[in-house]
């Protein structure tokens, strides 16, 4: 089974919306993780623009890097923009998607929440890359 990780830095948005897109877009055969550096708290935007095209991550928490099995994992995909991407050592196959963090917009909530879905809609473009892509 191939295990990919997405990797941010508060395991909030971006890649708890990879994770949640891939285990339900993706073909059999594959397993999908996300971490952060820092660790924060699921954003319930994130959870909000998920529910939208039905997929539901509202028990997905944040993890840490210390949780996370890196001699298991087949690939990394960093999702960091603005901010300083966790760095893990290791022969791995690597990639960098970097989407602005949604978490960051202010403003009003159906603003912050276009941001979110914007992210969210970005990511269900790129997603399939990984097993169109597979070796």
Request: charge should be positive; aromatic fraction near 6%; charged fraction near 20%.
């Amino acid at each position: 089974m191939t295990t990919i990780l997405f990797l941010c830095v508060a395991n909030s948005a971006r890649s708890q919306m990879a994770e949640g897109l891939a285990r339900a877009l993706a073909p059999p055969g594959y397993r999908f993780l996300s971490a952060g550096s820092a660790p924060g708290v699921l954003n319930p935007l994130a959870v909000a623009a998920m529910r939208e095209i039905g997929i539901d991550i509202s028990q997905h928490r944040a993890k840490g890097l210390a949780g996370i099995a890196f001699d298991q994992v087949d690939a990394i995909v960093t999702l960091c923009a603005e901010e300083v991407c966790p760095v893990v050592p290791g022969r791995v196959r690597r990639l960098h998607w970097p989407l602005p963090d949604p978490a960051r917009v202010s403003g009003a909530e159906a603003t912050r929440l276009a941001a979110f879905r914007d992210t969210r809609n970005r990511l269900r473009e790129l997603v399939p890359e990984l097993w169109r892509a597979s070796p």
